[in-house]
């Protein structure tokens, strides 16, 4: 028999235990911060708030706030930010609400295929924007980039909007 010793086989595995419980925390926290970065859009810059509300034919309030936002590389014109920020919009969004009443949106422009009238519906959602696009306009506008003239616009409800809320 051998006299010679064993090499330490035990810790050989927690070692190999311990970099994979290593590699999959920092691959779930790397993952994590890239999903935060991309939804974000860190890239773009809100340049307008416009700020709507109107009362439903339930007679609730109803309210929104909209974030128009442009990337850096192709910013909104300062005239044309002042310009909307200045607007008077304290009847839009009455005149939104009554345009997307009577004009919803087609089943084709809508993410689901279930009836209007259906709790889970989108056409609510794609109605009030179609008629938030027709009622808020932006002067056109251009920007010089390396790769040419460039125009690029954004909007994002804010949290607690519920102007589509009274169309379903």
């Known amino acids: ?70 990337p850096h590389r192709a910013p909104m014109p300062p005239e044309i ?26 089943s084709w422009s809508t993410e689901d295929e279930l009836p209007a009238d259906d709790p889970g519906s989108t056409r609510a959602d794609s109605s009030w924007a179609l008629a938030l696009d027709r009622f808020i306009t932006f002067p056109p506008w251009t920007i010089e980039t390396a790769e040419g003239p460039e125009y690029a616009l954004w909007w994002e409800a804010r949290r607690g909007s519920d102007c589509e809320d009274g169309l379903r």
């Open 81 to 106: 930010a002042e310009e909307m920020n200045d607007r008077d919009w304290s009847q839009t969004g009455q005149l939104i609400y009554e345009w997307a009443k009577t004009h919803p949106a087609e």
């Open 1 to 70: 028999m051998s006299s010679e010793p064993r090499p330490p086989v035990r810790s050989r595995r927690r070692t190999g235990w311990l970099v994979a419980v290593i590699a999959v925390v920092v691959a779930a926290v790397l993952l994590v911060a890239a999903a935060w970065v991309l939804g974000r859009r860190g890239d773009l810059v809100t340049n307008v708030t416009i700020a709507l509300s109107y009362v439903g034919d339930d007679g609730r309030t109803y309210s929104c706030t909209y974030d128009y936002r442009t």
